[in-house]
């Protein structure tokens, strides 16, 4: 065994993670310490010990205050998943001691969530109410670093092909077609048929340039002949699509639940246009050998179960 493998597995311990993850949080020496309830030689008598262990510099320190190194980064990246595993350990056994099942928290993409992740958690609410679910929207390029460094327990969304990784497990469930929305007052919304070309020099709400939605959009307008729209707000909130679809007003692209969910509602138009394009399935996404608390399994069981009831 290296020594960088005794460091990490015996020598270690909590409060030596818990300096290095507020050394990197505030970067001053004097505000770890007061963050910390310790006076500063002893955060630099701590830093030091813990570089010691290692046998290199973690953070460079000057009079501005003190930035990590490339290796201070890895360890805090190493530091900031085992906190994490921390927290969720102490919040479930809590949750258990209280008479709560406990707590899971879940990424979500606006694909997931307004339909598929909201049936699963009424499920998982119905089992157990007192179960604590935090829900974070996001897409893949903000919620991977995340569930990588534990803060979440699993994603749930479009498999993105190109964010396939050897550490991730992937878990398909269902297929889920995008089709194109407005708000019910907008002009085109009242047009018996509508095509590619009414829709290219209009406003648009789209997905973010690496989405395989997005991509696949701007195919079917080249395969119309037409260049893709210029006038875009590009973005992964459902919020943000819900308010410039209804508020510019602009043309939305959003997944086919989600639209058809919103337009029952009163909140959007589905217009009538074919979108012949072939997608990544929708499912879930976990970390690779990471144990599952028993919340997380039966929201994961929950989720299997409400698409099994579309």
Do not use: N, Y
């Given at each position: 065994m290296s020594d960088i493998d005794r460091v990490l597995r015996s020598n270690l311990k909590l409060r030596h993670l818990q300096l290095l993850v507020a050394l990197d949080e505030f970067r001053h020496i004097g505000r770890v310490a007061e963050s910390l309830?310790?006076?500063?030689?002893?955060?630099s008598k701590m830093l030091a010990e813990i570089e010691r262990m290692f046998g290199l510099a973690l953070f460079s320190r000057s009079t501005r205050g003190t930035e990590p190194t490339a290796y201070g980064e890895t360890v805090i990246r190493f530091a900031r998943s085992v906190q994490a595993d921390f927290d969720r350990t102490r919040d479930e056994i809590n949750a258990?001691?209280?008479?709560?099942?406990?707590?899971?928290?879940?990424?979500?993409?606006?694909?997931?969530?307004?339909?598929?992740?909201?049936?699963?958690?009424?499920?998982l609410k119905a089992r157990s109410s007192?179960?604590?679910?935090?829900?974070?929207?996001?897409?893949?390029?903000?919620?991977?670093?995340?569930?990588?460094?534990?803060?979440?327990d699993l994603l749930v969304g479009r498999l993105e092909p190109g964010y396939a990784a050897p550490d991730l497990d992937t878990e398909a469930v269902y297929d889920?077609?995008?089709?194109?929305?407005?708000?019910?007052?907008?002009?085109i919304a009242h047009k018996a048929s509508v095509d590619w070309h009414d829709l290219a020099s209009l406003p648009w709400v789209v997905p973010p340039p690496w989405a395989s939605s997005r991509i696949k959009l701007n195919q079917m307008f080249y395969k119309h002949g037409l260049n893709p729209p210029v006038d875009l707000i590009e973005s992964a909130s459902f919020l943000t699509i819900l308010t410039f679809v209804r508020q510019r007003p602009a043309i939305g692209y959003l997944a086919q639940d989600v639209a058809r969910h919103f337009e029952a509602q009163g909140l959007l138009k589905v217009l009538a246009l074919e979108i012949p394009v072939?997608?990544?399935?929708?499912?879930?996404?976990?970390?690779?050998?990471?144990?599952?608390?028993?919340?997380?399994?039966?929201?994961?069981?929950?989720?299997?179960?409400?698409?099994a009831q579309r």
């Open positions: 309830a310790l006076t500063q030689p002893a955060v258990v001691a209280s008479g709560a099942a406990g707590r899971v928290s879940i990424g979500a993409m606006v694909v997931a969530t307004p339909v598929w992740l909201a049936q699963a958690i009424s499920l007192q179960t604590t679910a935090l829900i974070e929207e996001g897409d893949l390029k903000r919620l991977l670093p995340r569930l990588r460094m534990g803060e979440l889920e077609p995008m089709c194109v929305v407005t708000c019910a007052d907008h002009p072939e997608l990544p399935p929708v499912g879930i996404i976990t970390m690779r050998g990471r144990i599952r608390t028993p919340t997380c399994t039966q929201l994961i069981e929950c989720l299997r179960l409400a698409a």
